[in-house]
């Protein structure tokens, strides 16, 4: 019955022929299908594939933390800003491979401070969304363990980190400006 629940192929009773066992080890041999593996994807497709996923997951997490939730903002005003900067991420991860670069430009960060700084949010504020999507994406990685090329995964958390890090730099930077004393404001929000 063990063997029957296991999905054994064959089942032998005692005392058996080894003619037979041999028989059946040879004909198995001959049938055997190895199932195919799944394919090795990188960190950046994977994120490409589950944005939707990772950002209804950095929401969530937003609105569960009460210094971020009492901003009453949309759910599109909180992430508005999420897909471009996902696609900033998922661009380094492909083409600059480098764990410390120069910052490089991203608009989008530095839309997202001066639309946070219209916002009324604070500079902790920003760096604690930031921190929690750094959580996300790691959990989307982690999620996708069965797929994810591991030859590349260590580099691309690295570079992951430091693109975020240099988005924030340039978002927070950007709110500063905004929030200096007479500072222009950017008209739209």
């Not at 260590?154 to 980190?161: F, G, K, S, V």
Request: hydrophobic share 40%.
């Amino acid at each position: 019955m063990d063997a029957i629940l296991l999905q054994a192929d064959e089942v032998l009773v005692k005392p058996f022929d080894v003619e037979q066992l041999a028989g059946l080890i040879d004909k198995r041999m001959l049938t055997f299908k190895s199932s195919p593996k799944p394919g090795k994807e990188g960190v950046a497709s994977i994120l490409d594939r589950d944005i939707a996923i990772t950002m209804k997951r950095w929401l969530s997490r937003v609105e569960q933390v009460s210094e971020l939730s009492s901003l009453p903002l949309s759910a599109e005003q909180r992430t508005e800003h999420l897909p471009e900067m996902m696609k900033d991420i998922t661009a380094r991860l492909r083409a600059d491979r480098a764990i410390e670069v120069v910052d490089r430009a991203s608009p989008a960060a530095v839309a997202h401070g001066q639309t946070r700084c219209l916002q009324g949010y604070t500079a902790p504020q920003i760096v604690q969304e930031s921190r929690i999507l750094q959580v996300c994406i790691f959990e989307t990685i982690e999620r996708n363990t069965a797929t994810v090329d591991y030859n590349s995964m260590l580099p691309d958390i690295m570079i992951i980190t430091d693109e975020v890090d240099s988005q924030l730099k340039q978002s927070i930077g950007s709110f500063l400006t905004s929030a200096a004393p007479g500072a222009a404001l950017p008209s739209s929000a």
